[in-house]
């Protein structure tokens, strides 16, 4: 079995997660948030805080951490805080699952993310810390932040950060506790809110919104069609899975920064599918228009940088974004092919047409990837003929 064979086997396992359904809500309330796009949101939260993490705390790895840290859930499941369970039954499931799912991939890469998840769980380290402890409060924010929240989820919210899991962060990290404190009781100042860490609280739960935007493609059972939160968690997930398949000069960390932001304007403008009918001129307008509005949330310098970083992105034009890019690209094809066709069905599209317009893309970053993709789907289209 070649390397590439087992990195996407693991991929295609990953998509699982976008099924395991989580206990707490939207911030629209319009339905129980899945695990994937929780991941996301979180990774998303490290990258945003991280001026506040110190300098012992490694960013680029809490983000690693926050995307995998829930993925021993495609086996075990999610276990909400407020019901009673056996946590012994539960680490011991999650082990199980950690060694079967990780195990999926090339031993070097299966040792290192098993061992970033365990560090994770042990909360030992000032980076698992950090991480532990966005996983702790976000939810809480997630909670009270509709207009309207419910009044069971924000008493939850409330003894969470009192005497539960996250009161820790009471002493831990106190701006934030005070913060997210203020939110539950419903006196939050102005001073709080147009603080550094408003602005940054005030872009990310924006964010959220990324989670009910559609996409073309569905997800790989066909049950649904997959929203532009959960894939961008599954495509940040990509960029350390492949990174062996990077060219030189890529540094894997800013790639995986590139996609957890890369779809953040679809909350203004949209997906745009490559294989629908739409102005190309007047998309990219209304995705500027986003990202002024979107990445303005945020205080300065960090707007100007993330922006940056999302422009470097479109663009494609360094070895960076054209990694980025190209991986980008290659997740729809296998979900369509695991879902059966999917979105290619509804668009009539052609193995010509993938090779027109995916396919000198993903090989403009990531041939060996190509040529391994593109064998699959097309003997996916020989069939079908």
Known sequence: MTDLTRQFAFLDEADKLKSVIRSNCLIDLSRQENSAEHSWHLALFALVLAPDAGPEVDINKAILMLLLHDIVEIDAGDHPIHETHDWAQVAANEQRAADRIYGLLPEKTGTYFRETWAEFEARETPTARFAKMLDHIQPVFQT?????????HRDIAK???STGRASWLR????DLWRYANAMTQDTLTDTQKS?????????LLEADQLKTVLRATPISDNSRRENSGEHSWHIALYAPVLADQAGQGVDIHRVTQML???DLVEIDAGDAPIHGDYDPAEQEAKEQAAADRLFGLLPEPQAQNLRALWDEFEAAETPD????????RVQPLLQNMAAG???WKDYNVTMDQIDSRVGHKVARGAPDVWNFIRQRTKAWFDVQS
């Not at 550094?196 to 872009?203: E, S």
């Not at 974004?321 to 980008?328: C, L, T, V």
Request: hydrophobic share 45%; no cysteine; glycine share 10%.
């Open 341 to 343: 066709g999917g979105s």
């Open 260 to 262: 957890l932001l890369h």
């Open 171 to 174: 002493e831990a990290w106190p």
């Open 144 to 152: 009270v932040a509709p207009q309207a929240p419910i009044n069971w």
């Open 321 to 328: 974004a054209i990694f980025g890019k190209s991986i980008d």
């Open 195 to 203: 603080s550094d860490t408003g602005k940054r609280l005030a872009f």
């Open 159 to 161: 003894e969470t950060l």
